[in-house]
């Protein structure tokens, strides 16, 4: 009898719950998760053995693909590992321009995810703010690079091309005219009694269990500890900016995405001032004919800290002008699988998409 | 089944020719092949721009009449069927039309 | 805990195993594939409690799989927040089997349930080791070095026409 009342649920990929293409099989009784079993494979398109193949400049058109919405700390993190294998340094220039860049693509990352979340929850007004302001950034882009959405900018031993006459002036009065809206946002959303109603409480997880489980990022600094990569292993020029990393106490969905909020308002005050303190001078250090280049024979692990935790890849090379094994350590992997299962036991239905959205999982990053 | 009339367009330069994944082993290369498509949008991402051309081309194909891939996937069924069968193993539905040989 | 006293009691403790450290404090231990389970836990102990990556690197050359645990800490002060710990095995090609690291980290599971699909590595003691990405069966697991892409892709998509033949 006890077997007639489980019921087996497929939470599908096309979902407003889901982002990206990602399923889930529930095993139901009454209202109650009793199992859930995360299926990932939809987007596996075989990265890293496509990357095996390809030069070690061949290799970035095909790394920024693997995260869609924030190509450019996949960029950075194989760039920082190819560096560190060569043993190339970047010039001080560099790096400023590396550091503002990566922070304009976490503000843009910050507001798709926001959007997400919203319009998951039914805010529809201040969802479609979001994706405004996502657009004003990604125009910035477009005159910087070239392209929207995937920019190919950062190489090993600097980034492309300086900044065109008068970008600085159109960095400071777009980034005016975004944070001239937190007000707004505030009003209809954050102080919200039914964002409090419905996210208060939901998806709870501790210190411990989020330590044993492997958890990194907003995961891990709503639950009290101060974990970011910029202040542990300061890369670019993180060194040379102050910044508070912001934290919650409570673990819910509730604080997750005040952080989100929290952490696109400090970026914009670090980018104004890098601003202020950007030095003159080269942006590129030359590196050898990339049809020739052959890096001697090492492995190395480099990690930064992307919008959505600590991003990692394990980068082995053979003594060829090809890689012999890149292997990427997403944050997505152990929040969307790990975590995710855990988390759902016990849970309402109507609290899947909630819980999914709120741990800020992209299922792109998960397959590769 | 979604209700007949319907069209199908192919986003990104992925469908068309297998794009930036042409070598991997997961991936179907030509979707022209497996169900009949109405337009193409190229770009890796599509620029808004070409998005809305893309659609409104599609508008007009339709009150012309010549957006009929609904029409050709019933009549050309057995080719379809035969390369779905080919790359995803042994479907687990029936035949949706009577596989019959296209005249042509 | 300086990096000297750790290689000082590994060294002790544990027979047959090769130390390294590099020059900007990353540790390098090469180890047999039986005293794995141990040297994660006596790690574990000292504070590395963060399993970041398990990986496989397929070295055809010399017949054999080479497994990497790469292993970071979660503390805030101390120069063991900047220090990892990457430790490799290396195991037969014809016959890849090793114990799962389960026992000793939760989260282990899914890296090996994905080597195991993309390899052919099976893990004792991991009993969920069922497809996670793939659909399809494969002769010869896609990963390993004597899998060739492209082949694949001619047999079964059809080869896509260069552009100079249109013209012909």
């Given at each position: 009898m006890i077997e007639e009342r489980e019921l087996e649920l497929f939470y599908g990929p096309q979902h407003l719950g889901m982002v990206g293409n990602f399923s889930i099989t529930l095993k139901v009784e009454g209202d109650t998760i009793v199992e859930a079993i995360a299926n990932p494979g939809y987007l596996h398109r075989g990265f890293e053995k496509l990357m095996e193949y390809r030069n070690w400049i061949q290799n970035f058109p095909l790394v920024c693909r693997i995260n869609v919405i924030e190509p450019d700390s996949m960029e950075m993190v194989y760039a920082m590992a190819v560096e560190k294998l060569a043993g190339i340094e970047v010039p001080e220039r560099g790096n400023y321009i590396r550091t503002i860049f990566l922070e304009l693509s976490r503000i843009a990352s910050h507001l798709f995810g926001a959007w997400a979340y919203v319009n998951m929850l039914g805010f529809d007004t201040a969802a479609q703010w979001a994706m405004y302001h996502r657009d004003l950034i990604l125009d910035l882009f477009e005159e910087l690079t070239g392209g929207r959405v995937y920019h190919i900018y950062i190489q090993p031993g600097g980034v492309r091309r300086d900044f065109p006459k008068g970008f600085k002036d159109k960095i400071v009065k777009t980034l005016h005219s975004i944070g001239g809206c937190i007000p707004d946002y505030d009003a209809t959303f954050f102080?919200?009694?039914?964002?409090?109603?419905?996210?208060?409480?939901?998806?709870?997880?501790?210190?411990?269990?989020?330590?044993?489980?492997?958890?990194?990022?907003?995961?891990?600094r709503a639950t009290g500890m101060e974990y970011d990569i910029r202040k542990i292993e300061p890369y670019a020029a993180y060194d040379k900016v102050d910044f508070n990393v912001p934290t919650r106490k409570k673990g819910d969905a509730y604080s997750r995405i005040w952080i989100v909020r929290d952490e696109m308002i400090e970026s914009v005050h670090m980018i104004f001032k890098l601003l202020e303190q950007m030095p003159k001078g080269d942006v590129w250090n030359r590196t050898p004919n990339p049809f020739k280049w052959q890096i001697p024979e090492r492995d190395v692990y480099v990690r930064v800290e992307s919008s959505r935790g600590e991003l990692g890849v394990y980068l082995v090379s053979n003594g060829e002008n090809k890689p012999y094994r890149v292997h990427f350590r997403t944050p997505s992997y152990t929040h969307g699988l790990v975590i995710l299962e855990k988390l759902l036991k016990g849970a309402n239905i109507s609290d899947v998409g909630n819980i999914m959205i709120s741990l800020y999982v992209i299922a792109p990053e998960i397959d590769r | 089944m979604m209700p007949e009339p319907k069209y199908v367009v192919g986003f990104?330069?992925?469908?068309?020719?297998?794009g930036m994944y042409w070598d991997s082993y997961n991936t179907i290369k030509h979707l022209d092949r497996y169900i009949p498509v109405d337009g193409w949008i190229a770009g890796c991402m599509p620029r808004p721009e070409a998005i809305i051309i893309g659609v409104t081309h599609l508008w007009t194909l339709i009150d012309k009449g010549m957006a009929s891939g609904y029409k050709k996937y019933r009549e050309k069924y057995k080719y379809y069927r035969e390369n779905q069968e080919k790359v995803l193993g042994k479907l687990e539905w029936q035949p949706l039309f009577p596989l019959k040989e296209s005249e042509e | 805990m300086s990096t000297n006293k750790l290689q000082e009691e590994i060294g002790s403790l544990f027979k047959d195993i090769t130390f390294k450290v590099s020059k900007n404090n990353k540790i390098f231990i090469i180890a047999q594939k039986e005293q794995i389970l141990d040297i994660l836990s006596f790690i574990k102990d000292k504070g590395f409690d963060h399993l970041a990556l398990i990986s496989c690197v397929d070295w055809i050359k010399k017949n054999q799989f080479e497994i990497v645990y790469i292993l970071t800490s979660y503390l805030l002060e101390d120069e063991k927040s900047r220090i990892h710990v990457i430790?490799?095995?290396?195991?037969?090609?014809?016959?890849?089997e090793i114990m799962s690291a389960l026992p000793v980290f939760e989260n282990a599971e899914f890296y090996e349930r994905e080597i195991h699909e993309l390899f052919g590595v099976n893990f004792d003691g991991n009993n969920r080791l069922i497809p996670l990405f793939l659909e399809r069966e494969y002769k010869i697991a896609p990963f390993r070095k004597d899998f060739d892409t492209r082949e694949y892709v001619k047999n079964?998509?059809?080869s896509i026409l260069p552009v100079e033949d249109k013209n012909k």
């Open positions: 102080n919200n009694s039914l964002f409090y109603k419905r996210a208060n409480g939901i998806g709870k997880i501790n210190l411990e269990t989020a330590k044993k489980l492997g958890a990194v990022g907003q995961v891990l | 990104g330069s992925c469908p068309i020719n297998g | 430790l490799k095995t290396r195991i037969s090609r014809e016959k890849p079964l998509y059809g």
